[in-house]
């Protein structure tokens, strides 16, 4: 039973590690990746928007499937999961290699082998006497660590480059599980915020207030410069700090972000409407105001006017649901319920303030619902303005930052370094010098022509020709 | 004409344009050049015997003219830089002109020839100007149409007033550069691993992407789920399609002649090798901290940013292929590894460019 665990838990080693394993993982979560930034995800994009795209059959299919939360659908999740794993079990096994690899000494090997090197070079004539440290000097100035072993010179450097891709392996593990600790732990809100308003976070001891907001434009340009907020931190009714953020300068304050994330007027939340009221006959009943989800009473009529919604730019879906396309005021409508003195609904309908569009949705109600007691028109429009702010707790972030650090640093350690190697042996009469680097890379060759160079100009070896004509 | 910098990006769109013919010249008369400089050598041909224009060193003409182009540019780019730190008041101190289409389509036409100018004098392979320097061409030319890429500069709107917009936009720039040029010698070296059989492959590449983008995609957007399910098959049939065309065109081929490859695949991977780290930190790294500091988050699956990692996924399966297949691998394998890079560019292509036109995304800015 022992045997037979080993044996599968080999198997699973051996499938882990293969690289052709990655190149098929990676390959699908590209093939998957791409497929999502061409289908809008959900966490950007409205339910309506995608109605509006895809009708609701379609949208039924896309979600059924998974295809509108692809990085969230288990069919990803698992590929990450193998992924993962898989890069794991990489790393490992590239790691014993490397472990192997730095252990194992540079030794002797025979002048006749160091020949065949693809880098050699060979010196004949009679040889200094003081050769060997002449040459040493020359090798340690190009920064090679040099020992000597049976009469050869055996340099090598920046053998610990071998690490810097285990290094990058390992600390893209760590970047994702930085990341896993942000999305099981972390904490993340948008708030809709207006002057004065004092935020509290659940778990948090302490509060923060919207002192104020306001927005810069470029001198003599109606293009904004910059959106800011001013924040005050409140902790046991004490202030402890005011800071004022702006686009990519958020406020740091234990733990917890408050980033500047939008700005705007805040009609789908508080616009106050002006409503001019007819009756049915053509009788005007003058204008009011009211705010939405709120209302007024029209005492004259005995009856009580609510406002329901607001959409700052009607439209509807395939299957009429009444969204807004934009935030900005291109077609906007407000959504009006008539109740009697009892509480009894008399009518409900939408009032525009563009009067073809409301032409159109009068005569539409009319033949398809008749009549109705009072006609309604949307003639003003105000909202406050608001500052977007959005709130995070990110425990996951110093993880994150680690695992950058060596992203960057393993990555660069291994495409600039490669392992040089330089033996150098002398005898009475010959010197012969080979070099090796790791990966075969072609602009060690410049380097070792250099080195050859340098130390054929120390003039170390007589030439036996020049001896003879002495 | 308002503006310095537009003044000198014209300039230098001519000036790209001449050097374009100058390359183009040295890879066609220059072939005949060296083959009768060998029978010069072989006593075939009598020496000094006036062959016109082919007589001429187009290729040295070519770099010098590159260089022209360069010091150029250079010029635009820097005068683009002080434009646009006085259009935006020096709200931060906007180090390089990469805040609009125009800006990184200018910059793009001098980091890219400039970056393969280093290439070309460590490897000496001169037929990678002819695509360099047509891209940099075509890439002016599109930020010439007013149109497409308004050249007026304007104040860095707030969502890329950061110092990391410098240092992520730069290091993807070079990144981006570096995989241009690698792209640049991976066509040289198909054309000298395939010859004319090129034609049949890249016309059955571009058939393939062409049915993707006019026949696959429209069919998956049907969202019903036979069509669907059509769409996938039809891919998988375009991918094995490909693959047998490929084999086929292996099997059958010339044995491959190693001496004529060596240089110009080490050129590729040199490129691609040396792309990737600028392109993966740029965009993991560097984007990701930039993320965290505007949008709150580091990895938000944002269409561009999923691009990215796309890109960087395919240039790791080609590095990674490259190691495992080895890039002397006589057989389709180590053809397979150059076809990896043409694909990493046409991901590069998509991430950069392609992905505006398919969805909105927080990067719409570029």
Redesign the interface.
């Known amino acids: 039973m022992r045997a037979f665990l080993k044996e599968i838990a080999r198997d699973l080693y051996t499938f882990f590690t293969s690289?052709?394993l990655?190149?098929v993982l990676?390959?699908l979560?590209?093939l998957l990746?791409?497929l999502?930034?061409?289908i809008?995800?959900e966490?950007?994009t409205r339910e309506v928007d995608y109605i509006a795209r895809?009708g609701v059959?379609?949208y039924n299919?896309?979600k059924k499937l998974q295809l509108t939360n692809i990085?969230g659908s288990w069919y990803f999740l698992f590929l990450m999961a193998l992924f993962t794993l898989n890069l794991a079990a990489c790393t490992h096994k590239r790691l014993m290699a490397s472990w192997r690899y730095w252990k194992l000494p540079m030794g002797f090997i025979r002048p006749e082998d160091l020949k065949r090197f693809e880098h050699s070079y060979a010196i004949s004539g009679s040889v200094c006497s003081d050769a060997s440290p002449k040459i040493r000097e020359v090798l340690q100035r190009h920064g090679y660590r040099v020992r000597e072993h049976n009469s050869q010179i055996l340099a090598e450097k920046w053998r610990w480059e071998r690490f810097g891709i285990d290094v990058f392996h390992i600390s893209l593990v760590i970047v994702i599980f930085g990341?896993l600790v942000t999305m099981l732990f972390g904490y993340?809100t948008f708030a809709i915020a207006h002057q004065g308003d004092v935020l509290r976070l659940p778990g948090a001891d302490f509060a923060v207030r919207v002192n104020r907001f306001w927005s810069e434009n470029?001198?003599n340009?109606e293009?904004?410069?910059?959106?800011r907020t001013e924040l005050t931190v409140i902790e046991n009714d004490k202030e402890i700090l005011t800071k004022t953020i702006?686009?990519?300068?958020?406020l740091r304050y234990k733990g917890y972000?408050f980033?500047q994330?939008a700005f705007g007027t805040d009609w789908q939340g508080a616009a106050r409407v002006t409503l001019a009221l007819f009756r049915a006959d053509g009788t005007a009943l003058g204008e009011f105001v009211g705010t939405v989800d709120d209302g007024f009473a029209v005492p004259s009529e005995n009856i009580f006017v609510k406002i329901g919604a607001f959409l700052p730019d009607f439209a509807l879906t395939e299957n009429l649901i009444a969204y807004s396309r934009t935030q900005r005021l291109e077609n906007p409508a407000v959504f009006v319920e008539i109740y009697d003195a009892q509480g009894f609904r008399l009518m409900r309908t939408w009032a525009f303030s563009r009067p073809e569009m409301q032409r159109f949705w009068e005569t539409t109600m009319a033949r398809v619902g008749g009549e109705t007691p009072y006609r309604i028109k949307l003639v003003g429009m105000t909202a406050p303005e608001f500052t977007g702010l959005?709130i995070?707790k990110?425990p996951g972030?110093p993880i994150?930052?680690f695992g950058?650090l060596f992203?960057?640093v393993g990555?660069?350690v291994h495409?600039y370094f490669k392992h040089r190697q330089i033996w150098v042996h002398i005898s009475e009469n010959e010197i012969v010098i080979a070099g090796m680097v790791r990966n075969n890379l072609?602009s060690f060759a410049e380097e070792f022509r250099r080195l050859v160079r340098e130390i054929e100009r120390l003039q170390i070896v007589t030439h036996p020709e020049s001896e003879l004509v002495v | 004409m308002r503006y310095l910098s537009v003044l000198f990006f014209y300039l230098s769109t001519v000036s790209y344009f001449v050097t374009f013919v100058f390359y183009l010249l040295y890879v066609v008369l220059g072939s005949s050049q060296r083959e009768r400089r060998l029978g010069e050598t072989l006593g075939i041909v009598a020496a000094g015997v006036s062959e016109g224009l082919s007589q001429i060193a187009w290729g040295v003409w070519a770099t010098r003219a590159l260089l022209v182009s360069i010091a150029i540019s250079t010029i635009g780019v820097i005068a683009r830089a002080i434009e646009l730190g006085n259009a935006s008041q020096w709200v931060k101190i906007v180090l390089l002109p990469l805040s609009t289409t125009y800006e990184t389509l200018t910059f793009f036409s001098w980091l890219i020839p400039l970056i393969y100018f280093v290439m070309e004098r460590k490897f000496q392979i001169k037929q990678v100007g002819v695509f360099v320097t047509g891209a940099a061409f075509v890439m002016l030319s599109v930020a010439a149409s007013p149109s497409l890429a308004p050249s007026a500069p304007t104040g860095v709107p707030a969502s890329l007033q950061s110092y990391w917009l410098t240092i992520h936009v730069l290091f993807m720039v070079i990144g981006i550069a570096f995989f241009t040029s690698g792209f640049g010698a991976t066509l040289v070296y198909l054309w000298r691993r395939y010859e004319k059989k090129l034609f049949l492959l890249f016309g059955a590449l571009l058939g393939a992407l062409a049915t993707i983008i006019f026949i696959v995609v429209p069919l998956f957007g049907t969202l019903q789920f036979e069509k669907m399910l059509a769409s996938g098959a039809l891919l998988a049939a375009l991918c094995a399609g490909f693959g047998w065309l490929l084999l086929f065109v292996h099997r059958e081929g010339q044995p491959v002649a190693w001496e004529r490859l060596e240089n110009i695949e080490e050129m590729v991977y040199r490129c691609n090798a040396l792309g990737f780290p600028f392109y993966a930190i740029g965009g993991l790294v560097f984007g990701g901290i930039w993320a965290e500091q505007a949008w709150s988050r580091y990895w938000g699956w944002d269409p561009k940013e999923t691009a990215m990692l796309v890109t960087a996924l395919v240039y790791a399966v080609y590095l990674h292929a490259r190691l495992t297949w080895g890039a002397r691998d006589p057989g389709w394998r180590g053809g397979l590894v150059a076809w990896l890079s043409v694909l990493g560019y046409l991901a590069v292509l998509y991430a950069w460019i392609g992905i505006n036109y398919f969805v909105a995304s927080l990067h719409s800015f570029v």
């Open positions: 690289i052709t990655a190149i990676i390959s979560i590209a990746a791409l999502g930034t061409l809008p995800q966490t950007f895809y059959e379609g299919t896309l990085f990341g993340r470029y001198k340009s293009r904004v410069m910059d959106w702006e686009v990519n300068a958020p972000n980033y994330s959005q995070t990110d972030r994150v930052y950058f992203v960057i990555l660069l495409m072609k």
